[in-house]
């Protein structure tokens, strides 16, 4: 009965981060939403996991929350930087970046 709850408690959720995803208003709260929304889907694949008794969804949701967390920092990139690829010029010093200098 517990769990069932809490299978409900995260459907709820994941609707409330849907809205949030399409409501925006900016760009950083739809980011936001999309990785709380993968968080969300990691709770209840363990949930559910531990419902049927099969330790291996456990195995999926961490795997899951990895796939989220590198797909978010490649979406953060990507809107700052425009490109997901480009390396440094050629030439050019990583440390220069820090301080600002560029050629």
């Not at 889907?41 to 590198?70: C, S």
Request: hydrophobic share 55%; net charge negative.
């Amino acid at each position: 009965m517990m769990f069932t709850a809490a299978m409900f408690a995260l459907a709820v959720a994941m609707l409330l981060v849907l809205v949030r995803l399409f409501a925006g208003p900016t760009l950083y709260d739809r980011v936001l939403a999309l990785n709380s929304f993968g968080t969300v889907t990691v709770l209840l694949i363990g949930v559910v996991g531990f419902m049927t008794e099969r330790p291996d969804f456990l195995d999926i949701a961490l795997l899951y929350a990895l796939i989220n967390f590198v797909g978010t920092i490649a979406i953060l990139k990507f809107f700052r930087y425009k490109d997901l690829g480009q390396g440094l010029p050629e030439g050019e010093d990583p440390a220069s970046l820090q301080n600002g200098d560029s050629k």
